[in-house]
């Protein structure tokens, strides 16, 4: 009688991270992350900037709750804009259409959201959208009394989170991680901004000034390139 066995990835979560990042993506992620930090901070305490924000619908709570990430989102669809980040990007809706979230992604590879959350314990809490992107491949092992037969389904990309957090001026931490599935734990994820000051002096182009101030014209514009799936 053929049962269902063990479960095991099809691949090493270190090593499709280390497949899909060099160095300098990484490093460029994290400065993004930073940016968008020193954005939303510059945005809270410029009274005009605020007053754009409110006049374009943004409530109160909605201010405070989302500038960061929308800071963040914006100086990483910049960088992409900007050919800094080889990625591609769009805006997808959940499944209520009343918030669209960031996907990142790299074509083959993997696709990604990018979320603000209390900690890197743990992959960003559980919600539709994110259960619904996570289609990371894992190859079931079947057991039988004569042989092990493995029974593979296609990929398409493997799922990624990028979490930053919290509620501070700067990030306390940033982390690039793969989440299991139906699972609240992280297959493999390394801290960005801990893991980064043990590397070697990187030489390549970062943009030194502070961040452009943000408009919600702007931020619209890059919430109009939508997926097609």
């Not at 990484?26 to 924000?53: E, P």
């Not at 990624?160 to 493999?188: C, R, V």
Request: charged fraction near 25%; hydrophobic fraction near 30%.
């Amino acid at each position: 009688m053929i049962q269902d066995g063990l479960i095991i990835p099809d691949k090493s979560p270190k090593d499709i991270i280390k497949k899909s990042f060099n160095n300098v993506d990484l490093v460029q992620l994290t400065s993004g992350i930073k940016r968008g930090y020193i954005l939303a901070d510059q945005i809270m305490h410029d009274s005009s900037s605020v007053s754009k924000w409110l006049s374009f619908g943004r409530g109160d709570k909605y201010l405070f709750s989302r500038i960061k990430q929308i800071g963040v989102e914006a100086e990483l669809c910049r960088m992409i804009e900007a050919g800094i980040l080889n990625y591609d990007y769009y805006f997808k809706y959940n499944d209520r259409g009343n918030y669209p979230y960031l996907i990142i992604k790299k074509a083959g590879l993997f696709h990604m959201t990018v979320n603000q959350c209390h900690s890197l314990k743990r992959p960003a809490r559980k919600s539709q959208y994110r259960k619904k992107e996570n289609t990371n491949f894992q190859t079931s092992l079947v057991l039988s009394d004569k042989k092990m037969v493995y029974n593979s389904t296609p990929v398409r990309e493997e799922y990624l989170e990028l979490n930053h957090g919290y509620q501070s001026k700067l990030p306390t931490f940033i982390g690039l991680g793969i989440p299991m599935i139906d699972e609240n734990k992280w297959a493999f994820k390394i801290n960005l901004q801990s893991n980064l000051g043990t590397l070697p002096q990187l030489k390549f182009h970062t943009k030194a000034s502070g961040p452009d101030s943000l408009t919600p014209d702007e931020f619209a514009s890059y919430q109009e390139r939508k997926s097609n799936d």
